[in-house]
C-alpha cells in the first residue's frame, strides 16, 4: 500500500496524478530535453530521462 498510496511519494515532487498533470510533464520533457524534436532513438530518449529529467526533478 505505501508503495502506490500518493502521501508516501515524497522524494519525487513532479504532480503527475492525473491525466492533465502527465500530459503537461511530457510536453515538459519534449520541449527541455529533446529540445523539441519528435523523432528520437529509444536510447536518447531513456539516457534524457536518466541523466538529465530524473536528476532534476528530485532536486526539487
Known amino acids: 500500500m505505501q508503495r502506490w498510496a500518493r502521501c508516501y511519494r515524497a522524494e519525487l515532487?513532479?504532480?503527475?496524478?492525473?491525466n492533465n498533470g502527465l500530459e503537461r510533464l511530457h510536453q515538459s520533457f519534449?520541449?527541455?530535453y529533446?529540445?523539441?524534436k519528435t523523432q528520437t532513438t529509444l536510447s536518447r530518449t531513456v539516457n534524457s530521462l536518466i541523466e538529465q529529467f530524473f536528476p532534476?526533478?528530485?532536486r526539487r
Open 56 to 58: 532534476d526533478k528530485y
Open 34 to 36: 529533446l529540445k523539441g
Open 13 to 18: 515532487n513532479i504532480n503527475v496524478h492525473t
Open 30 to 32: 519534449k520541449r527541455s
